[in-house]
């Protein structure tokens, strides 16, 4: 079957930073995105990777290790915006996206 | 541009009524997908189209069905709405460029109370 697992919740403080682990298993593999989103609202698409390794967009990074099967995102000076959730989704064979269920984000200042 | 608007926002329904969700995207998107989004669940495919006047079913399609007669538009219908229907309803869309895993952008949601 397919799966993607992340962590259900997780805490951190304004200005630190957190990193947010993602694992996959899935029928084929045509890349793997990180959406945001808040409470109450539609997600949004955060960033896309294919190849190995980080791809960084201003306080978000995002990491790549296909033979593991591992993705992470990282998010630098946490901001009391970042509470959400980020979701990571995989495109499989058919490019269809397999969701994993999310992990809830508390910023605390 | 408003990109994608659904309708309507919320609903309570009767067990056993029928309901259509509308989805409308102005992008021009090929492709168009409905999700259900449940707590502690990832959201999950019930329905796609890839290019207008063709459709699929995606994880969870019973109970729902679609059309696609044009570009723009890609309502879903509750035949005989049951309460483990009761859900947050997504409608996305991308470009559905063939061969590419393309980025799907997301409707505001409908949240849909079934009794």
């Known amino acids: 079957g397919q799966n993607i697992d992340q962590p259900t919740e997780m805490t951190a403080t304004e200005g630190a930073i957190v990193q947010i682990n993602c694992t996959y298993q899935?029928?084929?593999?045509?890349?793997l995105f990180w959406y945001q989103q808040h409470a109450g609202e539609a997600p949004t698409f955060l960033s896309y990777?294919?190849l190995d390794g980080l791809e960084e967009k201003g306080r978000f990074s995002s990491f790549l290790s296909r033979s593991k099967g591992y993705s992470y995102l990282l998010l630098k000076e946490l901001q009391m915006k970042d509470s959400a959730s980020y979701l990571c989704a995989v495109s499989d064979s058919n490019y269809q996206l397999i969701w994993g269920a999310g992990t809830k984000l508390i910023i605390k200042p | 541009i408003a990109g994608i608007t659904q309708a309507p926002t919320s609903q309570i329904l009767a067990a056993g009524r029928r309901m259509t969700l509308r989805c409308t995207q102005d992008?021009?998107?090929?492709?168009m997908y409905w999700y259900r989004q449940d707590l502690g669940l990832g959201l999950r495919l019930i329905h796609y189209?890839?290019?207008?006047?063709?459709?699929g079913k995606g994880e969870v399609p019973d109970g729902y069905s679609v059309s696609r007669a044009n570009t723009d538009d890609f309502p879903l219908t509750l035949a005989s709405a049951v309460p483990s229907q009761t859900s947050v309803y997504f409608c996305?869309?991308?470009?559905?460029?063939?061969?590419?895993?393309?980025?799907?952008?997301f409707g505001p949601g409908t949240r849909l109370t079934v009794l």
């Open positions: 992008m021009r998107h090929n492709a």
């Open positions: 996305a869309s991308s470009d559905g460029i063939a061969g590419e895993a393309d980025t799907q952008y």
């Open positions: 990777n294919v």
């Open positions: 899935t029928s084929g593999f045509n890349g």
């Open positions: 189209s890839n290019t207008a006047g063709t459709t």
